[in-house]
């Protein structure tokens, strides 16, 4: 008797509300499927591994008639023996890291003990690269979003930056594998920084988005917080990336340090897109901001737009983040993530463009 004498509008509040609770369970499900055990396809592995032969197989020096810089590099190095390793004093145990010992050590061994062709060894980690930056992608968002991968990013990480390449993907992996293989994800995360020191620093993000997420599920923090926070860590990334990096690096003895400040290279038109994909990300729902690609995401978003003003290097973070920030993309509400997509594919026109009249993007 009592509901039949309910008004009109309560009936309609009392069934909104019903909706909103069954859209925050849902939500929430996929937030936790998503980001804990959601299994692997057999669909997913084979267009990873579609993606990476094809990627493989194309000559993109000779398309673009010029070759990888830091892969020739690495081929003379490799080649000619000249591993650092023989000459440089591992005095302190931060020169393990800084000197990225397991890199100096695994690359001769297959090459001069296994007798492996150098070649053969970096298409392998460029393989790699792709399978793994695809199968993320394919994992937490869907089959569509690998398309948009297919970017020159990708491409210049891939086969020249391989040894940025090589330690993200370990780092990936162990995001990926599922918490009865923590103790192998936990090593990956270990090893990663022995092949790229800047790994150190994406594993302090991630750990801290975890430590952030955790907080903000027990109410410590709102969401509010979590954003500004977020924007807050990119702020500070952009603001060391100048002189403070240069300081530290030539303080620990890392070869680096003189071309720290140099590398930077973010212009307003380059920055344009990304500028306005943090703009929409910042006017998403709450369910997104719980999401910890889409916090990573909002962290190398700032970084990228404070670079204009801190002129911190962009092109690396860009590259090494595009599996989440694709992934963060499709995570938008519908019509800003269309919206998103809309401006993205002809902002990769205009990159492919420049990587193959230029140079690296």
């Not at 307003?268 to 943090?278: D, P, V």
């Not at 962009?314 to 800003?336: C, D, I, N, Q, W």
Request: glycine share 4%.
């Amino acid at each position: 008797m009592a509901e039949s004498k309910m008004s009109l509008a309560e009936m309609l509040e009392a069934s909104s509300i019903r909706d909103r609770k069954k859209e925050s369970r849902i939500s929430e499900n996929c937030m936790r499927t998503k980001q804990g055990v959601y299994p692997i396809k057999i669909i997913d592995i084979l267009v990873a591994l579609a993606m990476a032969t094809v990627a493989v197989l194309v000559p993109w020096e000779e398309l673009r008639q010029f070759e990888f810089i830091d892969r020739a590099n690495y081929l003379h190095y490799f080649k000619y023996g000249e591993n650092i390793l023989e000459y440089t004093k591992l005095a302190h145990w931060y020169s393990y890291l800084t000197n990225e010992v397991l890199w100096h050590i695994s690359i001769p061994y297959l090459i001069d003990q296994l007798n492996i062709a150098p070649i053969f060894v970096f298409n392998t980690i460029s393989f790699i690269t792709v399978f793994t930056f695809t199968l993320f992608v394919a994992r937490y968002s869907n089959l569509y979003a690998v398309l948009l991968l297919v970017n020159p990013l990708l491409v210049t990480l891939a086969f020249d930056q391989m040894r940025s390449a090589l330690a993200y993907c370990l780092l990936l992996w162990a995001y990926m594998l599922p918490r009865k293989l923590l103790i192998l994800s936990l090593a990956m995360i270990l090893v990663a920084p022995l092949v790229h020191t800047a790994s150190v620093l994406f594993a302090l993000l991630f750990a801290g988005i975890l430590s952030l997420r955790l907080l903000h599920t027990r109410r410590v923090f709102n969401t509010t917080a979590v954003v500004l926070i977020l924007l807050g860590t990119g702020f500070l990334m952009s603001l060391s990336f100048g002189q403070l990096m240069q300081q530290v690096l030539d303080a620990v003895g890392d070869r680096r340090a003189d071309r720290v400040v140099n590398d930077a290279s973010s212009g307003i038109k380059y920055t344009l897109f990304w500028i306005f994909m943090l703009i929409v990300c910042l006017v998403q729902s709450k369910d997104y901001y719980r999401n910890i690609s889409c916090q990573y995401s909002l962290i190398i978003l700032s970084f990228v737009c404070f670079n204009l003003i801190f002129g911190g290097y962009s092109l690396r973070f860009l590259a090494t983040g595009l599996p989440v920030l694709v992934v963060a993309m499709y995570e938008l509400k519908s019509l800003h993530r269309a919206l998103v997509i809309a401006a993205f594919v002809p902002y990769a026109v205009l990159q492919w463009y420049y990587w193959y009249h230029v140079g690296n993007v």
